[in-house]
């Protein structure tokens, strides 16, 4: 496996020898400080040049990167918006394991944004055309504050979605039960532990894609307990993963509420699990609810 720094000087050497490379960037997980280092990390690297087109037309020039085992086209996806004139990209992985989520950018999209992602880092400017840019930082994808109508709309959501769940179970329908479960009903949890997180820690930190770092700030025993939440395709297992989501997202929900002087609404929770638990004991040839 090629190492980190060999891949720096392929991927300014390439740019160096192409006049149509004008600049190079990076930005993503290798350019935040606060981001533990691994072999998976990918090199999210942008080159700006004088047009796209050239580089979209004839693709024999990414062979330049190496062997590759697979890539993907992402904006050549149908249902993908892209603006091929500005930015296209190939994702790249490497038969030695290494990956490349390789872009061109033209010099007017890349002046025009380069200021939005505060993660970016300029390895090289031909023409000094780029921005100055302050040092890489996480800043935007921490933790945010939750308004007071925010924090009560993840609260309805929550325990409305469980409705759904539970229908599905009942009708022994595991493939909507994990939809709705993993889409839209985790994504609530995932939001309310965040806030706890920001909450203990000033809101100063980001917990990552998916909440993948949140166990760094939850005690272990609540982050054990979020991950026995995730469950296989059986309505017993369902079910007590159900019950567990309930259980970790009211406490989470109360912490929170109390914290940020909002008012957490019990009552909503406790007829929401009620439901749950009829539902849960509900003949499968149930001619009515109640």
Known sequence: MRTEEEMYKLILHIAKEDERIRAVYMNGSRTNPNVPKDIFQDYDVVYVVTSTRDFIEDKSWIDHFGERLFMQYPDEHPDCPSDKENFYGWLMQFKDGNRIDL???SIFHARENILKDKLCVILLDKDNMLPEISAPTDKDYRVKRP?????LCTCNEFWWCLNNVAKGLWREEIPYVQDMLNFHVRKQVENMLSWKVGIETDFSVSVGKSGKYMYCWLPEEEWKMYLSTYC????????NAVFRMCDLFEKAAVFVGEKLGYEYHDEE???CRSFLEHVKELSFDAAEIY
Do not use: A, D, I, L
């Open 232 to 239: 296989g395709g059986n309505t017993k297992e369902c079910w």
């Open 269 to 271: 929770g406790r007829n």
């Open 147 to 151: 308004s007071e109508k925010q924090y």
């Open 103 to 105: 872009h061109v950018e």
